[in-house]
């Protein structure tokens, strides 16, 4: 009975793993690239964006960005915890059942 368990079991996912169905060509965004990116300027006479501005609204995205993969960060390490006290709670729900199949 050990053994099946242990066959059946799924390949965990590495938390650096991919988490959706997109092409191998596709990296989302970090918050250090958004900060890092930087535009041209535009010639004298044409318009063009405020550098400032700009600059603001990136720092703005990344930290929105930053954000969001801490909150993924910390909703992986709870499901892993909760995998995990329910493969405990499982294991020790199937040593109770074969000490009493084995006591009767």
Same mark, same amino acid.
Request: proline share 6%; glycine share 8%.
């Given at each position: 009975?050990?053994? *099946? *368990?242990?066959?059946?079991?799924?390949?965990?996912?590495?938390?650096?793993?991919?988490?959706? $169905?997109?092409?191998? +060509? $596709?990296?989302?965004?970090?918050?250090?690239?958004?900060?890092?990116?930087? *535009?041209?300027?535009?010639?004298?006479?044409?318009?063009?964006?405020?550098?400032?501005?700009?600059?603001? *609204?990136?720092?703005?995205?990344?930290?929105?960005?930053?954000?969001? $993969?801490?909150?993924?960060?910390?909703?992986?390490?709870?499901?892993?915890?909760?995998?995990?006290?329910?493969?405990?709670?499982?294991?020790?729900?199937?040593? +109770?059942?074969?000490?009493?199949?084995?006591?009767?």
């Amino acid at each position: 009975m050990r053994g *099946f *368990f242990r066959r059946n079991r799924r390949p965990q996912r590495s938390a650096s793993g991919p988490t959706c $169905y997109r092409s191998a +060509a $596709y990296h989302p965004l970090r918050p250090w690239q958004v900060r890092g990116q930087r *535009f041209r300027s535009t010639p004298m006479g044409r318009r063009g964006l405020d550098p400032g501005e700009v600059t603001e *609204f990136l720092d703005r995205v990344a930290g929105d960005l930053a954000a969001v $993969y801490d909150a993924l960060a910390q909703s992986r390490r709870e499901t892993d915890r909760i995998k995990d006290a329910l493969r405990r709670w499982q294991s020790e729900q199937a040593r +109770a059942r074969n000490e009493r199949s084995q006591g009767r």
